[in-house]
């Protein structure tokens, strides 16, 4: 490891980090990464400490004593243990960042994810992003959508993708798979604010998967307010008996999950122009799906279609169209044999491209500035 590295503090400013989600794992990942690189003593995390609520407009927001709280840690951290780089973890901390580089001269970074920088931002968020050192984005998309929106003039960047857990490499498990069922599999949130995850068109799509493949089965994993419309489409489909929402599961069985399905589908939807911006900043379940070995479809134009290769590791289609969906998955259902080839291919990519090592490798690139 580089000594000049090594010798660099970093206090990491972080949104709440007690929930589970894309946001709050990466921060997570990025964290341990950056232990991994300079030493535990090296780096500190100052996180939010309640998460948001519902103001009465509908919106959320965080308390003000909230606020007040982390401000204070973050400025007491940043004058006592005097880091040589803070590292924002989210939009949402950013300008304390700022705040603390004008009184103490201590450069910032932030982080890039997806929607929350694709749209307008109020102009202490956007002064924030002018003024960091460095943007990490966990895509080339994310970066050029924000840079595009935000009007910001050719920022140092550092692409940082997410990765697969630190040691977790799932093998197949065989064992579980039933070859008289194929399965399709999507995994998301089922949310009335999120229709652009592509349930809806993959429902559309359904009726004509089962005309050329009977026995298929449609799984879809994820809780959220909108299920019942979603189950309503499906009996109008006539597809129900074929369909089968299994709600929030466990790590345990979301592993179950992957492990029974032919193919990973979602066709998310990214449409930077309407309000708010919607689509996928990155996509961990592809990865979740490939380091199984899955054949995925997915969407052409987005974050996604950024690391799948179609044709290779499966297929990449127009999002909004329930053909065009369908005839991926009839193509993967209906030919095993190239699904396997595809799935074995996006499981060696992950494996090297995506993995805990690699992500640790990019960072300390970056680090050295």
Request: charged share 20%; hydrophobic share 45%.
């Amino acid at each position: 490891m580089d000594r000049r590295a090594r010798r660099r503090k970093v206090l990491v400013l972080a949104p709440p980090l007690k929930a589970i989600g894309g946001v709050q794992n990466y921060t997570r990942t990025l964290v341990a990464a950056l232990q991994d690189i300079l030493g535990n003593d090296n780096v500190r995390v100052v996180a939010v400490p309640a998460e948001p609520v519902i103001r009465d407009d509908g919106g959320e927001g965080l308390r003000s004593y909230v606020k007040f709280r982390f401000l204070a840690s973050a400025f007491s951290s940043a004058i006592s243990w005097s880091p040589d780089l803070i590292v924002c973890a989210h939009i949402g901390v950013a300008p304390v960042g700022r705040l603390i580089q004008k009184l103490a001269q201590i450069p910032y970074w932030v982080v890039l994810y997806g929607i929350e920088v694709w749209g307008e931002l109020p102009p202490t968020k956007r002064t924030a992003l002018q003024y960091a050192q460095r943007l990490i984005s966990i895509t080339h998309f994310t970066l050029e959508a924000t840079i595009a929106r935000q009007s910001l003039h050719e920022p140092r960047a550092l692409i940082l993708p997410p990765t697969i857990p630190k040691g977790v490499t799932p093998l197949p498990n065989a064992d579980s798979i039933d070859s008289q069922r194929p399965i399709v599999l999507t995994v998301g949130r089922i949310s009335a604010a999120e229709h652009y995850k592509g349930h809806d068109v993959m429902l559309g799509a359904w009726p004509s998967v089962l005309r050329r493949v009977p026995e298929a089965e449609y799984w879809i994993v994820g809780g959220g307010d909108d299920r019942p419309r979603l189950e309503l489409r499906a009996q109008e489909l006539g597809i129900s008996s074929s369909v089968r929402f299994m709600g929030s599961v466990s790590p345990e069985d979301l592993a179950v999950c992957y492990d029974n399905c032919c193919v990973f589908a979602m066709p998310a939807r990214t449409e930077l122009n309407a309000r708010p911006p919607c689509g996928e900043g990155f996509g961990i379940v592809f990865l979740e799906a490939m380091v199984r070995a899955k054949p995925v479809v997915g969407p052409r134009v987005g974050a996604p279609a950024e690391f799948i290769r179609s044709d290779e590791h499966g297929l990449l289609v127009d999002p909004a169209s329930p053909a065009e969906v369908a005839s991926a998955l009839i193509e993967l259902l209906e030919n095993p044999a190239r699904a396997h080839r595809m799935g074995a291919a996006g499981r060696e990519w992950v494996l090297r491209e995506f993995s805990f090592e690699k992500f640790c490798e990019r960072l300390r690139e970056g680090l050295q500035v």
